[in-house]
């Protein structure tokens, strides 16, 4: 990336232009504060040894998250690069400079993912405000999570299917014309003609069970026929054909009696678990989810950032994108190790209960040096949330003898260690039903009429700790050190706000992914510019209704 002489305006700009600069550019103080922030040698490996210059990556790769902080498309971006003076500024460009097609960004992003370079672009301008002491290791850092809709519709089952089918028929029209006019029914033109969003589907059960039934067999009838020996090989290894394939074995069972091939849905049992079923055909990689009733079909994104220290801005330090089914606590270790190998490890994490655990807490102190602040979840059992029943606390463990005592001194008769329906350590303990069904206070202690009390803990340590922090969290010491965690939900509101990252822009996790690189870079230049103005902090906004409940 080029530089700009003297006083970082670019050659040939005329004091009276220099002038004409507005005050409030974020352009303009990015260059002026971090002059160059991503040299070319640092994707150098990315593109060619050969052939004519071409664009410098380093310019492209600040465009991408200006891009992202001004939330502009591809062709807006391009524009800015070619009429406004400020991005020139920025880029260290000649004023004449015409630019480039707006097609090079889709270009460069592709040879990122290619090369495995996506990552870099938030670790170059991390090294740099390191290097400027604005981030460093040590101190605190929150990390929080939020759903990310994927860029496609959200279908019904039946419309799903129609339009898996509709889509390999497109993507074999145009790989091999020839073969499938040679093949296809007329019928099937009329069918899958149009998408299944673009005519009413019908709304008698029968007629929408035929309807399902014909799409079943069309598609079997479609995937043998590619599959034949004579198919050309080619075919096979479109992805439409292997998302049809995939799609059919998730969706439908067929038997054949007699000769006579049987087709039906499977039903909501028979489906493959959550992180395995295709949600669309158009991004095989997205996945329906669920979290406090709110549905949606796409990703989740992991932010962490910075936060407590007042001589520095709270900046985004490592992101982590995974499916919509993926659970949180799965990510804390491959954010640990990141922010260690960035140089950026926190003595302290702030984490919510999502991302909690007895075996981070105890864990991570130990071999990580990091001190974990994170609730855990209250023991929900039914004796302990109507307080009226024995609950764990009410039975005494000796855990060298592996046994359990009720509060009626009756001795437990089976110990089960084992893993829980999230895969951790746990240890089942159980009582024997001719132990508990006399006993005049059963009601008070299960509510099984057949089995006797069971009590799942976990491992010794584990189980111990859980008690301790349950205790601290009720404390008025322990709320206010946790209360720092908050301030991650303004910074997801902000990426929201800011690059629209409710919605990605493109298919594919980790084209997503890219994007959310791109995000939190954008999000850092953006509070690094409002440090440089001194610009206060934004208030967390209050409704009147809010303000007069809160007063009363």
């Not at 260059?31 to 040299?39: A, I, T």
């Not at 074995?249 to 849905?265: L, M, N, S």
């Not at 950032?305 to 520095?312: F, K, L, N, S, T």
């Amino acid at each position: 990336m080029g530089s700009a002489p003297g006083d970082g305006v670019p050659a040939g700009t005329s004091k009276v232009a220099r002038a004409a600069f507005p005050k409030g550019c974020l352009a303009m103080r990015i260059r002026d504060h971090l002059g160059v922030v991503f040299e070319d040698e640092e994707f150098r490996q990315a593109f060619g040894e050969q052939g004519r210059p071409g664009i410098s990556p380093g310019q492209l790769a600040l465009v991408s998250v200006l891009q992202y902080a001004e939330n502009l498309t591809d062709r807006q971006a391009a524009h800015a690069v070619r009429a406004r003076i400020d991005v020139k500024y920025l880029l260290g460009m000649e004023l004449t400079d015409p630019g480039f097609d707006f097609t090079v960004l889709t270009g460069f992003r592709q040879r990122l993912l290619d090369h495995g370079l996506e990552e870099r672009v938030l670790d170059l301008l991390l090294e740099h405000l390191a290097d400027l002491g604005l981030v460093g290791a040590g101190g605190r850092q929150r990390t929080d999570s939020t759903h990310i809709l994927a860029a496609v519709r959200r279908l019904n089952r039946l419309e799903f299917i129609g339009e898996t089918l509709r889509a390999c028929l497109e993507a074999l029209a145009a790989a091999g014309p020839q073969w499938l006019a040679g093949w296809i029914a007329p019928a099937w033109q009329e069918r899958y003609g149009a998408r299944t969003d673009a005519y009413r589907l019908p709304s008698d059960r029968s007629e929408r069970d035929r309807l399902a039934h014909q799409i079943a067999s069309d598609g079997y009838c479609l995937l043998e026929a590619v599959h034949a020996d004579h198919a050309p090989a080619y075919l096979r290894e479109i992805p439409a054909v292997s998302v049809l394939r995939m799609v059919w074995i998730q969706q439908f069972t067929r038997t054949v009696t007699d000769g006579v091939p049987t087709v039906g849905w499977r039903g909501k049992e028979d489906l493959p678990a959550g992180r395995a079923l295709i949600a669309s055909p158009y991004d095989p990689e997205a996945r329906y989810s669920q979290k406090r009733g709110a549905p949606w079909t796409g990703y989740k994104v992991h932010l962490s950032e910075g936060c407590g220290d007042a001589r520095r801005p709270n900046l985004l330090t490592h992101v982590v994108t995974t499916d919509a089914t993926a659970n949180d606590a799965t990510v804390v270790d491959a954010v640990h190790d990141a922010l260690t190998d960035k140089g950026l490890k926190p003595a302290e994490h702030l984490l919510d209960s999502g991302y909690s655990s007895a075996e981070l807490l105890l864990t991570a102190p130990v071999d990580r040096n990091i001190s974990v602040v994170a609730p855990v979840r209250p023991n929900s059992t039914p004796q302990e949330v109507r307080s009226t029943g024995f609950g764990r606390s009410s039975f005494t463990i000796d855990w060298h003898g592996r046994t359990a005592t009720c509060p009626s001194g009756q001795t437990s008769r089976y110990w089960t260690a084992g893993l829980d329906n999230n895969g951790r350590d746990a240890i089942r303990i159980r009582f024997a039903t001719t132990t508990c069904a006399p006993c005049p206070v059963r009601d008070q202690c299960t509510r099984s009429t057949q089995y006797g009390r069971q009590l799942t803990v976990r491992p010794r340590e584990q189980d111990a700790l859980l008690e301790r922090v349950r205790a601290e969290q009720t404390t008025d010491e322990w709320r206010k050190r946790y209360a720092a965690r908050a301030g991650i939900e303004g910074t997801i509101h902000q990426a929201v706000a800011v690059s629209s990252m409710r919605r990605t822009r493109y298919r594919g996790l980790a084209k997503t992914h890219l994007g959310h690189i791109l995000t939190a870079a954008a999000v850092n230049l953006i509070r690094l510019d409002a440090w440089w103005t001194e610009t206060p902090v934004a208030r967390t906004r209050t409704s009147r209704l809010a303000a007069l409940t809160l007063a009363a």
